[in-house]
Nanobody, 115 residues
């Protein structure tokens, strides 16, 4: 059974930084697609950053140059380093993984950026 557990969300001021972590069981991050999505009330969940396979990364245009996704294969953990945070980054952030054609999601962690 695949389980994804996020941590690291919280309240931060505009311009600040946070690092989200997603630890996994039942799936090997190094050989499966993993990523981060976010959602605000009343809007669709949107892609933030994604590692589609063994290498390469993809980012939403709104976070390019500010956010960095990375993966620690030894810890089976994926991170999202968020810098220069803006109020519009406020959302619930979800860890995502794809294994054998099945989507898996974490429970979400709230990120709130205050001005």
């Amino acid at each position: 059974q695949v389980q994804l557990v996020e941590s690291g969300g919280g309240l931060v001021q505009t311009g600040g930084s946070l690092r989200l972590s997603c630890s996994a069981s039942g799936i090997i991050f190094s050989i499966n697609a993993v990523g981060w999505y976010r959602q605000v009330p009343g809007k669709q969940r949107e892609l933030v950053a994604f590692i589609p396979g063994v290498s390469s990364t993809k980012y939403a245009d709104s976070v390019k140059g500010r956010f960095t996704i990375s993966r620690d294969n030894a810890k089976n953990t994926v991170y999202l380093q968020m810098n220069s945070l803006k109020s519009e980054d406020t959302a619930v952030y979800y860890c995502y993984a794809l294994k054998n054609g099945v989507d898996y999601w974490g429970q979400g962690t709230q990120v709130t950026v205050s001005s």
